[in-house]
C-alpha cells in the first residue's frame, strides 16, 4: 500500500515554511568500481514558485526518495490562505526507479484513464478515504502522482488535483506547455483584535480545576500551524491507556466559530455556561472519538475544546461538558 502520507504527518509543522531546493545543472557520473549511479530528483521541480503561488499553495516542502520506505521523491505544499477550513494541502511525488503497479501493491483504480496536460492520469484509491491520488506513468520504472487532501471532501480533493495534474505534467517528458492559472486571490486571515489577542490557553483551566476533569496538573502550550494566529493548550489525561483523550483548549484570534475543522455542518446541540453558548459538535470532522465544542467571542475570534473517549460513542462529549463551564468561568471580560 501506498506511504506518503507517513512523511506528510512528519513534516505538517514544517510545510508551511519550507522552500524547494535548487538543483545544479548536468547529470551525475559513475566512481569507477562503484556501478551506475541512480538519478536524484526533485519533486518540488515539477511546480515552478510562479505555478505553486498563483495555485494559491505556499513554497513546497522536497523529501528525497527512501528505498527503506518505498517512497518516491515528494514535495508537500499547504494552502497560503489558511484561514480557510479546512485548509487544503498536496503532495507531489516523482519516481524515477519504481514500477507503479508494485508500489501501488494491488490498489484499485478509482475510474478511467483522462487525459490531463498531455498525459494519461488514474485515480487510485488510497488508505486514506478521504485522499485523492491521481498517478501517471512515464515509463516501466518511473512515475508521477498528485495527492491531494481538503478534510473529508474528497470530491473537492480530486478537483483540485485535476487542477494542478496539468502543470506538474508541463514538467515531465511528453507533457503540454502548462496551462494558464489566474493567480489567487484569497484574502489573508484578519489581524487578531478583542480578548483573544493576548491570551494565554492555559490561564483557561486553573490548577485547582484540573482534578475535576481528571488530567495534568499543568498544560502544555504550543503554536498552531494550522490555525491563523492561534494558540493552544493541552492537558494529557491520567488514565494511563485508558479510554480518555486529553483536554484541549484553542483560541482563534482570526477564526470565526464556522470557520473551524468540522464546524461546516450544524451543531447537534448546545451547551449554556456562564451566560454564553457554546455549540457541540460531537463526531468533529467526522471522527467518532473527538468531540468539539466552539464559543465565538467576535464575529471573527473563536474559541474550541476538543476532548473525546476512544471505545464508547456514548462518553465522547462527558469531557468538554465537564469543562466548559470551568473555561467559561476563566474567560476573561468581553
Same mark, same amino acid.
Given at each position: 500500500?501506498?506511504?506518503?502520507?507517513?512523511?506528510?504527518? =512528519?513534516? !505538517? =509543522?514544517?510545510?508551511?515554511?519550507?522552500?524547494?531546493?535548487?538543483?545544479?545543472?548536468?547529470?551525475?557520473?559513475?566512481?569507477?568500481?562503484?556501478?551506475?549511479?541512480?538519478?536524484?530528483?526533485?519533486?518540488?521541480?515539477?511546480?515552478?514558485?510562479?505555478?505553486?503561488?498563483?495555485?494559491?499553495?505556499?513554497?513546497?516542502?522536497?523529501?528525497?526518495?527512501?528505498?527503506?520506505?518505498? !517512497?518516491?521523491?515528494?514535495?508537500?505544499?499547504?494552502?497560503?490562505?489558511?484561514?480557510?477550513?479546512?485548509?487544503?494541502?498536496?503532495?507531489?511525488?516523482?519516481?524515477?526507479?519504481?514500477?507503479?503497479?508494485?508500489?501501488?501493491?494491488?490498489?484499485?483504480?478509482?475510474?478511467?484513464?483522462?487525459?490531463?496536460?498531455?498525459?494519461?492520469?488514474?485515480?487510485?484509491?488510497?488508505?486514506?478515504?478521504?485522499?485523492?491520488?491521481?498517478?501517471?506513468?512515464?515509463?516501466?520504472?518511473?512515475?508521477? !502522482?498528485?495527492?491531494?487532501?481538503?478534510?473529508?471532501?474528497?470530491?473537492?480533493?480530486?478537483?483540485?488535483?485535476?487542477?494542478?495534474?496539468?502543470?506538474?505534467?508541463?514538467?515531465?517528458?511528453?507533457?503540454?506547455?502548462?496551462?494558464?492559472?489566474?493567480?489567487?486571490?484569497?484574502?489573508?486571515?484578519?489581524?487578531?483584535?478583542?480578548?483573544?489577542?493576548?491570551?494565554?490557553?492555559?490561564?483557561?483551566?486553573? =490548577?485547582?480545576?484540573?482534578?475535576?476533569?481528571?488530567?495534568?496538573?499543568?498544560?502544555?502550550?504550543?503554536? !498552531?500551524?494550522?490555525?491563523?494566529?492561534?494558540?493552544?493548550?493541552?492537558?494529557?489525561?491520567?488514565?494511563?491507556?485508558?479510554?480518555?483523550?486529553?483536554?484541549?483548549?484553542?483560541?482563534?484570534?482570526?477564526?470565526?466559530?464556522?470557520?473551524?475543522?468540522?464546524?461546516?455542518?450544524?451543531?447537534?446541540?448546545?451547551?449554556?455556561?456562564?451566560?454564553?453558548?457554546?455549540?457541540?459538535?460531537?463526531?468533529?470532522?467526522?471522527?467518532?472519538?473527538?468531540?468539539?465544542?466552539?464559543?465565538?467571542?467576535?464575529?471573527?475570534?473563536?474559541?474550541?475544546?476538543?476532548?473525546?473517549?476512544?471505545?464508547?460513542?456514548?462518553?465522547?462529549?462527558?469531557?468538554?461538558?465537564?469543562?466548559?463551564?470551568?473555561?467559561?468561568?476563566?474567560?476573561?471580560?468581553?
Amino acid at each position: 500500500m501506498r506511504v506518503k502520507w507517513r512523511a506528510v504527518a =512528519a513534516v !505538517s =509543522a514544517a510545510l508551511v515554511m519550507a522552500g524547494c531546493t535548487v538543483k545544479v545543472a548536468g547529470s551525475a557520473s559513475p566512481v569507477p568500481g562503484q556501478g551506475p549511479v541512480k538519478k536524484v530528483v526533485d519533486a518540488c521541480t515539477l511546480l515552478s514558485p510562479e505555478q505553486v503561488d498563483a495555485l494559491g499553495f505556499r513554497p513546497g516542502a522536497p523529501h528525497p526518495a527512501s528505498e527503506q520506505t518505498r !517512497s518516491p521523491a515528494m514535495c508537500t505544499y499547504g494552502a497560503k490562505d489558511d484561514s480557510a477550513t479546512p485548509s487544503p494541502i498536496f503532495t507531489v511525488e516523482w519516481a524515477v526507479d519504481q514500477n507503479l503497479d508494485e508500489f501501488l501493491s494491488g490498489a484499485v483504480a478509482k475510474g478511467e484513464p483522462e487525459q490531463l496536460g498531455g498525459l494519461n492520469w488514474t485515480r487510485y484509491g488510497s488508505i486514506i478515504a478521504s485522499e485523492c491520488d491521481i498517478y501517471t506513468t512515464l515509463g516501466e520504472k518511473s512515475f508521477a !502522482s498528485v495527492g491531494v487532501m481538503v478534510g473529508e471532501d474528497v470530491e473537492q480533493a480530486c478537483q483540485i488535483a485535476k487542477k494542478i495534474a496539468p502543470v506538474v505534467a508541463s514538467h515531465l517528458p511528453g507533457g503540454a506547455p502548462a496551462p494558464s492559472i489566474t493567480p489567487s486571490t484569497s484574502a489573508a486571515p484578519p489581524e487578531p483584535t478583542g480578548p483573544l489577542a493576548s491570551l494565554d490557553p492555559c490561564t483557561l483551566l486553573k =490548577a485547582d480545576q484540573t482534578a475535576q476533569l481528571k488530567v495534568e496538573d499543568k498544560g502544555e502550550k504550543d503554536n !498552531s500551524s494550522t490555525v491563523p494566529n492561534g494558540t493552544f493548550c493541552l492537558w494529557k489525561d491520567t488514565d494511563g491507556d485508558g479510554a480518555q483523550k486529553s483536554f484541549e483548549v484553542w483560541l482563534g484570534p482570526s477564526t470565526a466559530a464556522t470557520q473551524w475543522t468540522g464546524a461546516d455542518v450544524p451543531a447537534t446541540g448546545t451547551v449554556e455556561a456562564g451566560g454564553k453558548t457554546w455549540s457541540l459538535y460531537p463526531n468533529l470532522a467526522g471522527t467518532r472519538v473527538n468531540c468539539g465544542a466552539i464559543l465565538p467571542m467576535t464575529e471573527t475570534s473563536s474559541i474550541e475544546i476538543v476532548s473525546g473517549f476512544i471505545g464508547d460513542d456514548s462518553k465522547n462529549c462527558d469531557l468538554v461538558k465537564q469543562g466548559i463551564p470551568l473555561v467559561t468561568a476563566n474567560l476573561p471580560v468581553s
